[in-house]
C-alpha cells in the first residue's frame, strides 16, 4: 500500500540501512505528531496562513495512513505515537478530539486534546474524559479572531485550563509563542510561572522551544536548565548543534523523540544563516528557490531521517550509548505516558 504524501526510495532505504537501523532501538515512541481526517476542517472558513513552509507539504493524515508510514520508514520496529488534531483556525476540535480518542483507544498510544481558549473548564474536562486523551495541545490559532503578532501564552492557554489540567495531573504540550521562541524572557518567565502554579502538569516543551537556530538555544536553554520538571519533545529539530545543547543542559532523561508528521515527510536538508534556517528540498513548493543541482538533490532523503541522525549522532559524540538512546526514542515519553494514564483512572 503506497502512502498519500512520500515515496520511499532506494536513497531512505540507504539511509536508514546506513545510518539510523543498528542504533534505533526495537520501540519506538514518537511524543508530537498530527492526525485529522479531512471533514474536520470546514472548506467554507478561509484559515489563518503564516506563509510557512510545512502548509504545501501535506494534508490531513489519518492515524491509519501515520501507522503506514511507520511501517514504511521503520521496518522491524513498533511504533507508538502521542498525536493530536492540527491546530487550523478553520479545524473543528471537537471532531478532530472525538476521532483522536477513538482512532488510539486501546491500542497502546495516546492523544492530546485541542483546547480553544474560550472553552470552559467543564467543557475541557469533558474532552481530557475522553478515551485515550491525556492532556492539551493548546495553540495560539485557536484563539478566536487570530490574525497574528505576537500573543502571551496565557492568552490562548488561560489559567482555567491550566488549573484543570494541574489537578488532574495531565499532560501539556506547550508550542511556544512570539517571534523571538525561546529566546524571549516573557516566555521563559511564562514557563517558570506554570512550573511555579501548577506543578502536577507534566509540562512538554514542543520543539525544544522552537529552537531550529542556535542563538535561541543558547540563550534559551540556560534559564530553564535546573528544573527537572521542564521537559522537551524534539520534533523539527534538524540542527545538530541544538540537539548537542539540549542533551548537554537537560540530559537524555528529559527529551523525547518527536516528528511532527506529517510535515516531515518533506524531502531534503537543511542550512542555517543566523537566527534563519533554509529547507533544500526537492518539492516543487512555491517557496522552494534555494534549489541545488539535480544530481545533489537526488541524494537527499526524507528529513524526518535527517533529525533522527542527528540526534543519535549527538548522543554517541556525547559518550553515551544504547541506554540513552532508548531512553529518547521510546522510554522517557512510554514512563511518562503511563504516569498520567493511571492517573487518568481518577478523571
Known amino acids: 500500500m503506497e502512502h498519500p504524501y512520500f515515496e520511499y526510495t532506494d536513497v531512505d532505504r540507504r539511509f536508514f540501512e546506513e545510518r539510523l537501523a543498528a542504533r534505533l532501538p526495537v520501540r519506538l515512541f514518537d511524543a508530537h505528531r498530527h492526525v485529522q481526517l479531512p471533514e474536520h476542517l470546514d472548506p467554507a472558513r478561509e484559515p489563518f496562513r503564516r506563509g510557512a513552509f510545512p502548509e504545501e507539504i501535506a494534508g490531513p493524515e489519518s492515524v491509519e495512513q501515520a501507522r503506514l508510514g511507520y511501517e514504511i520508514m521503520f521496518p522491524g520496529r513498533e511504533v507508538e505515537m502521542l498525536a493530536f488534531g492540527m491546530p487550523a483556525t478553520n479545524c473543528d476540535c471537537a471532531a478532530a478530539n472525538a476521532y483522536v480518542s477513538e482512532a488510539l483507544a486501546g491500542s497502546g498510544s495516546v492523544g492530546l486534546a485541542l483546547n480553544p481558549p474560550h472553552w470552559s473548564a467543564e467543557r475541557l474536562l469533558e474532552e481530557l474524559r475522553r478515551p485515550a486523551i491525556i492532556g492539551v495541545k493548546p495553540y495560539e490559532r485557536l484563539l478566536q479572531g487570530f490574525e497574528g503578532g505576537d500573543l502571551s501564552v496565557f492568552e490562548f492557554l488561560p489559567h482555567e485550563h491550566l488549573e484543570l489540567l494541574d489537578g488532574l495531573g495531565g499532560w501539556l504540550t506547550l508550542h511556544l509563542p512570539r517571534r523571538e521562541r525561546l529566546a524571549d524572557p516573557a516566555n521563559i518567565s511564562e514557563i517558570l510561572e506554570i512550573r511555579r502554579r501548577y506543578p502536577n502538569i507534566v509540562l512538554v516543551i514542543a520543539h525544544l522551544g522552537r529552537s ?41 532523561e528529559r527529551i523525547m523523540w518527536a516528528s511532527d508528521q506529517p510535515v516531515f515527510y ?75 494514564l493511571a492517573r487518568k483512572e481518577r478523571w
Open 212 to 252: 531550529y537556530a542556535g542563538r535561541y538555544a543558547r540563550e534559551g536553554f540556560p534559564p530553564l536548565a535546573d528544573d527537572p520538571g521542564i521537559l522537551f519533545d524534539n520534533s523539527a529539530v534538524l540542527n545538530p548543534a541544538v540537539h548537542a545543547l539540549a542533551l548537554d543542559r537537560f540530559g537524555p
Open 266 to 340: 518533506m524531502r531534503g536538508r537543511r542550512r542555517w544563516e543566523g537566527d534563519r534556517y533554509i529547507n533544500l528540498t526537492s518539492g516543487d513548493y512555491s517557496w522552494n528557490t534555494d534549489r541545488q543541482p539535480p544530481e545533489v538533490e537526488a541524494t537527499y532523503t526524507l528529513s524526518l531521517y535527517e533529525a533522527m541522525a542527528a540526534c543519535l549522532d549527538t548522543i554517541l559524540a556525547l559518550g553515551w550509548g544504547d541506554a540513552e538512546i532508548e531512553a529518547v526514542f521510546h522510554g522517557n515519553a512510554r514512563r511518562l505516558v503511563d504516569r498520567v
